[in-house]
């Protein structure tokens, strides 16, 4: 079956320092991989999602690359800002299944001055 | 523009008591429409997913029950609450050709005591 395992628990980071988010998945199929951010008492929104054609996509100055190779969609920034602090969540879904998105267990991550 | 309004915002109900919880999607027809539950401080387990009008498919039941009566509406339920119930439930959206991407409803925010 289809699982996710990221960076999770809390994660602490001054302002200003790059931000560096693992995500490594196990899929039969080839996979769509997410990044889901969740601010505090919000419902989650999308940040990024993978491309076919290994585009690197890239959101809000956040960005992370499918490697089938190593099975990672780490999610990267270069600079972490105050507005980052914030729940974020792997997830794995595969194309035409319409029914399951696997989550990762979430990442709290918290950028102090 | 699809919109997605859940209600209600929050509710504080007491163990024993009936529940239903509810969200509409408008602007998209036949959409895949699912329910997550968020424990307090836990990640996001999928709960329910429906493809189409009357059929629902269960992920993990928690003594919860969904169900689909209008292609735009979606209910969960329960006749007798539970401590454990509480927590934040998230009704959400995915289409053909959104390559699975999964758009999150503002939430209900469930205390049972």
């Known amino acids: 079956g289809d699982s996710v395992t990221q960076t999770e628990g809390l994660v602490t980071l001054t302002e200003g320092l790059p931000v560096m988010l693992n995500c490594t998945y196990q899929?039969?199929?080839?996979?769509?991989l997410f990044w889901y951010v969740q601010h505090l008492n919000e419902a989650p929104k999308l940040l990024l999602k993978?491309?076919?054609?290994?585009k690197r996509p890239e959101h809000q100055g956040f960005h992370a690359t499918l490697h089938k190779s190593s099975s990672s969609f780490h999610l990267q920034k270069s600079s972490a800002q105050l507005s980052d602090s914030a729940l974020y969540y792997c997830?794995?879904?595969?194309?035409?299944?319409?029914?399951?998105?696997?989550f990762g267990k979430g990442a709290k991550l918290t950028v102090s001055p | 523009a699809q919109t997605i309004h859940q209600w209600p915002v929050a509710e504080i109900k007491a163990v024993g008591s009936p529940l239903s919880l509810g969200c509409t999607i408008k602007g998209k027809s036949s959409p895949n429409l699912y329910w997550y539950w968020q424990a307090t401080g836990g990640t996001l387990q999928q709960l329910f997913y429906?493809?189409?009008?009357?059929?629902v498919e269960s992920v993990v039941q928690l003594n919860l029950s969904a169900s689909r009566p209008k292609d735009d509406q979606f209910i969960l339920s329960t006749e007798k609450l539970l401590l454990s119930h509480s927590g934040f439930y998230l009704c959400?959206?995915?289409?053909?050709?959104?390559?699975?991407?999964?758009?999150f409803g503002s939430g209900t925010r469930l205390t049972v005591l």
């Open positions: 959400a959206w995915s289409f053909w050709g959104s390559a699975e991407t999964l758009y």
């Open positions: 899929s039969t199929y080839s996979p769509f």
């Open positions: 993978s491309f076919t054609d290994n």
């Open positions: 997830a794995l879904t595969h194309q035409g299944t319409g029914s399951k998105l696997s």
């Open positions: 429906s493809i189409t009008v009357g059929q």
